[in-house]
Nanobody, 125 residues
Framework: QLQASGGGLVQAGGSLRLSCAAS????????IGWFRQAPGKEREFVASIRWRAGSTVYADSVKGRFIISRDNALNTVYLQMNSLKPEDTAVYSC????????????????????WGQGTQVTVSS
């Protein structure tokens, strides 16, 4: 089970950090990441991290601005969002793929095994 937190309202250029706490055992094959969905748009992949290897994948739109990381002891994945833009406004949801076989696992909606609830991120101009 995934529990997301950390959304809010921030001005353009600001930063926010999202957290996704996972309950239960996290196996080495897990990949955990984030999707976002803006009003009237499809859900899109943001970033993911392979739990054991720590390998990360980012969408081009956030590369260089967002950083995904994990804390093994706390079973938590973080999404540090810097240099936020109004177009980053969306509901962000964390998700887990239990059996991603590639080292760099880009999550896809169809492969997600568990979803956390969404958290709203609003970036004002």
């Amino acid at each position: 089970q995934l529990q997301a937190s950390g959304g809010g309202l921030v001005q353009a250029g600001g930063s926010l950090r999202l957290s996704c706490a996972a309950s239960g055992i996290i196996y080495s094959s897990y990949s955990i990441g984030w999707f976002r969905q803006a009003p009237g748009k499809e859900r899109e992949f943001v970033a993911s991290i392979r739990w054991r290897a720590g390998s990360t994948v980012y969408a081009d739109s956030v590369k260089g601005r967002f950083i995904i990381s994990r804390d093994n002891a706390l079973n938590t994945v973080y999404l540090q969002m810097n240099s936020l833009k109004p177009e980053d406004t969306a509901v962000y949801s964390c998700a887990a793929d239990y059996d991603c076989e590639t080292t760099y696992c880009r999550l896809t909606v169809g492969a997600v095994d568990s979803w956390g609830q969404g958290t709203q991120v609003t970036v004002s101009s």
